[in-house]
């Protein structure tokens, strides 16, 4: 059984919104990483994976996004506890709110960054600079984000 997790790549006048992970985080803590979080059970239910990173980037560092969230990508990991997570990014369009660490014990830091400063950062592990590539490629293909 695996573990559904979501993430959005949220961005805003040539930025992405990164956050450095919590310390307190076991999987990949200190490290930098778009917001998200695992899909809870609602049972029957329609459009919870976009609900949920809405839902994720309100209560991790208190921003909105639109309603147009298009699929960027889906991986897979295994956690050092033996849990399989399925990963699924999606590229968000910024609505509003003022972006800051709501939830410490998830969050350390937030942070505007352009494509090139995640790329070139050390903190910024292999599967977040593959989804920031993937989705500005996708951005660049949409004229409204």
Known sequence: MFYVNVEGAVFQEDKW???GRSMKEEHAGGLLSLVGGTVENEGNTQDILERTIKRELFEEVGVKVKDKIKF???TSFILDNGSEVIDIVFLCEFDKGEPYVKSPDEVDAVY???TDEILSNPMAPIWLKESIQEAESLRKKETSY
Request: proline share 0%; aromatic share 12%; hydrophobic share 65%.
């Open 72 to 74: 960027v990508r889906n």
């Open 17 to 19: 919104l990164i956050i």
């Open 112 to 114: 505007w960054m352009t």
